[in-house]
């Protein structure tokens, strides 16, 4: 897949707005970098804006941490857990206006956290990449999957799909090459949607058609990566809203590996943050569209 070239008359609408739906600040546990990341990967791959929602009390830092994104608190009570009805109100006021949505990184396992994915997963319009909390909300209550009304792009990693494959009945897989790429389609076919299932040698399907990452590194395995991966997957698919989900996915995933591999020549593989790997990510851009 190649890039078409951005417009010079372009501006912040042009290039999408992207919703990070994350974060958590209640029972004893802080996850803040986690949707933070996730913001870095969406503007270095393009976003014209970004919008982080997260629990109230943690957004003034995020938003000192990536100023370039704006904020929507979301309302705790006095645990510091999201008020979930008060959270569906506010994103429900919010989605119209946004090309792209990104739930889960950092969000949590509450109930309030499972009914927030609930209500993103069975609303209209823009697309959905449901990543690391989110997919740990399916698993718990599995019967979301039955009001889906958005496209989507699931993206799992290992322990990820296998709390999904004993919640939705699917085999597990070993790690040889043919049996990821089968459990990657046999998730894709059961969720409707589309699968990156992370690793070495992601696998991206549509239930139809895989695709596995031929490159990469072992400096992807840092914490933070696959938050980077969720706002790339989300910025593509806010900028390109014409395009295949899958085609954009196995994209996303592509240009990440090369941001991987760009940060390796120089410094080694082992050490990298994983926003210096979003920072990476304009350079391969360039030579994409150069291509």
């Not at 501006?11 to 707005?17: L, R, V």
């Not at 596995?212 to 969720?230: I, K, N, R, Y």
Request: proline fraction near 5%.
């Amino acid at each position: 897949m190649s890039l078409p070239s951005r417009p010079d008359g372009g501006h912040k609408g042009t290039f999408g707005t992207i919703l990070i739906v994350g974060g958590q600040c209640g029972r004893g546990s802080v996850m803040l970098g986690a949707p933070v990341l996730a913001a870095f990967g969406a503007l270095r791959s393009g976003a014209g804006r970004v919008v982080l929602a997260m629990p109230e009390p943690l957004l003034h830092e995020a938003l000192s941490l990536v100023p370039s994104a704006t904020g929507c608190p979301l309302q705790v009570d006095g645990d510091g857990v999201i008020d979930a009805d008060a959270a569906r109100s506010r994103l429900d006021s919010l989605v119209e206006d946004v090309q792209a949505i990104a739930v889960g990184p950092g969000l949590g396992r509450s109930e309030a956290s499972r009914d927030v994915v609930a209500s993103l997963l069975g609303g209209a319009g823009a697309p959905l990449v449901v990543d690391a909390d989110a997919l740990n909300a399916l698993a718990d209550r599995p019967g979301m999957l039955d009001q889906v009304g958005r496209r989507c792009v699931f993206t799992p990693h290992p322990g990820e799909y296998s709390r999904l494959a004993a919640a939705l009945d699917l085999r597990p897989y070993a790690a040889d090459d043919a049996s990821r790429r089968e459990a990657a389609s046999s998730l894709a076919r059961r969720v409707a949607g589309v699968v990156a299932l992370k690793g070495a040698g992601t696998v991206v399907s549509d239930g139809g058609r895989d695709w596995t990452c031929d490159s990469g590194s072992v400096v992807l395995a840092v914490p933070g990566s696959g938050d980077v991966l969720t706002g790339v997957v989300a910025s593509l698919l806010g900028q390109h809203r014409d395009a295949d989900p899958a085609e954009l996915a196995a994209f996303a995933v592509r240009l990440h590996a090369r941001a991987g591999l760009r940060w390796e020549e120089r410094h080694g593989n082992a050490g990298m943050l994983a926003a210096e790997l979003a920072d990476e990510l304009p350079m391969v851009l360039r030579d994409h569209r150069n291509d």
